[in-house]
């Protein structure tokens, strides 16, 4: 667990909120000499450490919210997460973080008060961009934009250290015996060497074409491959601001107000700004050259030194820290920022001039702020709508009815299966982006329509409107289909059966691996060296596998790139590494065994910590929470 954990928290900032969310269920833990009492309100309780369901929930919510940012296009609903076990994989991994951090407790491994604030100053997202150190302003500010509090993120940041604290005790002593490090230098220093052979369907003679009576037997035994899935006909009601853009009215004492009030910020040019921008070799000499300059100072000439006064708008400039604090809102002429490090350089930079940007006309804003104006009151229009929109809902209402009352068109689209694809395989955009409600679509009776689905910027609905049932359709209907299945197996069967005449040939030593290409129009190809540690990415890696299962001589057939190419893989050779070599060999084979190690010796703590460790876990209040989360859907 606690090696485990350390992985899972290499971000210092969200690290300790992501704990455990995305590894699988550990083993249930907890403490009985030194946690009693009740669990009260905690799903989860060690002594006076516990998990509520709302701190549960909010880590929960935490993971989802990760996904969705980091895998763009991916929508994980709540019911979906708790479906894949994500829940319990998070309920299971608090309750074992708070058993190790227990265990901690005992041994007084607890970290102390100097060390979380050691850790906080060392975490750059907390520092100053002028001066580049901690300011405890910046890292308010940085955990408010996480939605973390101070107390949250200092007690959860304790945590992380102390459970390191505990996995770096055990490991610290785990060294791998020369001896065994010398006997897995032999298995990783052997290097080997094959010859392949692969052979297309297009060597082959094409096969004879198939008989009524044939294909029929075919399609009988394969039926279920020509199903065609359930469809349904579905009709989609989505309501958003720009139903209400034709609402808007204008007004020309707004558009010159809102000129007025930001005209100095609707630049036709951007702004610039001039500035002394100076390049050292080292740290040491850019602070210097730093005093220098924030004392009024001007730098003397000197050949390690880049001088260069510059003009440029924000985004030309690369270094991000230097751009932050040579562009930021409040600097003023004679502002001195500095010193950042850029590509082994140093930089530090004097702000000489802003250069303010144009402004655009009235009439050059014109449209730009009609159209702003039109989508806020489009905006407002909606959402004071929506009340309205839950009434009709209530009322009965029939989606078209709905859309009529709003202006709005029903959509309705040919039969779709679950994928929202039709029968002859067109993708209905509208249906796949409204991914949600296209699933809850199809767990609903016909004639009936799902609940309303929100996202940031619309509502939607879809109805039921006829269920088409999965069916198998008659053999003349689907005659192509099962002509090119039929092909395809047969090709299948010709290819596989022409690779084993191959092999045996060349096990019985009655060919060569040359002459079998000739024959196959194709050619043998050889591996290069290949070593467990290194090899030729290059290669299939069917080809790869088989060279290190293999013994000397031996041959296997594997497939090949695509599904109409299999390949005969013989192993020629191993060359296994001389005595003399295993002495090199050995220490970075050691490194391998010592993780393997001190992952096994971090398995068998965590065993031996369930004969001394409980927690005390509401695994009622936990089911029914989770029951809730699926009902709500």
């Known amino acids: 667990m606690l090696g485990f954990m350390q992985k899972l928290t290499q971000n210092k900032l969200t690290g300790g909120f992501l704990l455990g969310i995305v590894i699988l269920s550990m083993a249930v833990w907890g403490i009985e000499d030194i946690f009693s009492g009740s669990i009260g309100s905690n799903i989860i309780k060690a002594g006076e450490r516990g998990v509520t369901e709302q701190q549960l929930d909010r880590k929960f919510e935490n993971y989802l919210s990760n996904v969705r940012r980091e895998q763009e296009g991916v929508v994980l609903t709540r019911q979906e997460a708790v479906e894949r076990g994500i829940l319990d994989q998070i309920y299971n991994i608090e309750r074992s973080r708070l058993t190790s951090l227990g265990y901690a407790r005992q041994l007084g491994a607890d970290a102390s008060p100097a060390a979380l604030t050691d850790e906080v100053r060392s975490i750059g997202a907390f520092n100053d961009p002028l ?166 100072g001007e730098l003397e000439a000197d050949p390690t030194t880049v001088q260069t006064i510059r003009t440029s708008t924000a985004e030309d400039v690369g270094n991000e820290a230097f751009r932050t604090a040579m562009f930021a809102r409040g600097a003023g002429v004679g502002n001195v920022v500095g010193p950042y490090e850029n590509n082994g350089r140093w930089v530090i930079g004097r702000l000489n001039e802003i250069l303010p940007g144009t402004p655009k006309t009235l009439e050059e804003s014109r449209e730009e702020i009609a159209n702003a104006l039109a989508a806020d009151q489009a905006e407002i229009a909606f959402f004071t709508a929506l009340n309205d929109f839950d009434d009709l809902i209530g009322q009965g209402l029939t989606l078209a009815e709905i859309g009529d009352a709003f202006g709005t068109p029903l959509m309705s689209f040919d039969p779709v299966d679950a994928r929202g694809i039709t029968e002859n395989g067109t993708v209905v955009s509208q249906l796949v982006s409204a991914r949600e409600a296209l699933a809850a679509a199809f767990t609903i009776p016909a004639g009936t329509t799902t609940e309303r689905f929100d996202s940031e910027a619309s509502i939607t609905l879809i109805s039921n409107d006829e269920i088409i049932p999965q069916s198998t359709p008659p053999f003349e209907d689907v005659l192509e289909q099962v002509k090119n299945g039929y092909e395809t197996v047969r090709k299948s069967d010709a290819l596989r059966i022409a690779l084993e005449s191959v092999k045996t040939n060349i096990d019985s030593g009655l060919g060569t691996l040359e002459a079998q290409a000739e024959r196959f129009s194709s050619a043998v190809e050889t591996t290069t060296g290949l070593r467990r540690t290194a090899f030729d990415r290059a290669l299939p890696p069917s080809v790869i596998n088989a060279v290190f299962e293999l013994g000397e001589g031996e041959t296997s057939i594997v497939q090949g790139r695509s599904p109409d190419e299999m390949i005969l893989v013989r192993l020629d050779s191993i060359d296994r590494p001389a005595s003399g070599e295993l002495d090199s060999l050995a220490p970075v084979s050691a490194s391998r065994i010592a993780s393997q190690l001190r992952n096994d010796i971090l398995f068998a703590f965590e065993q031996e910590l369930t004969d001394v460790v409980k927690v005390t876990t509401d695994d009622n209040a936990f089911n029914a929470y989770r029951a809730r989360i699926v009902e709500a859907q």
């Open 131 to 296: 001066t580049g150190k901690f300011d405890a302003v910046t890292y308010r500010a940085a955990l408010g934009r996480n939605r973390i509090s101070v107390d949250e993120f200092e007690a959860d940041t304790r945590d992380r250290l102390t459970l390191d604290y505990v996995r770096e005790g055990i490991e610290a002593a785990t060294v791998a015996p020369n001896d065994l490090a010398r006997l897995q230098a032999i298995f990783d220093g052997e290097v080997r060497f094959g010859s392949w052979l692969p052979i297309r369907n297009d060597a082959l003679p094409p096969p004879a074409e198939p008989t009524d009576e044939e294909l029929r037997a075919f399609y009988e035994q394969r039926s279920d491959a020509f199903q065609v899935p359930e469809r349904r006909r579905l009709s989609l009601l989505s309501l958003s601001p720009s139903n209400f853009l034709d609402q808007a009215e204008i007004k020309e004492e707004d558009i010159l107000a809102f000129y007025e009030a930001t005209k100095t910020t609707r630049l036709s040019t951007p702004e610039q700004r001039t500035y002394l921008e100076a390049i050292f070799p080292t740290e040491d000499a850019a602070l210097a050259a730093f005093g220098v300059l924030a004392g009024g």
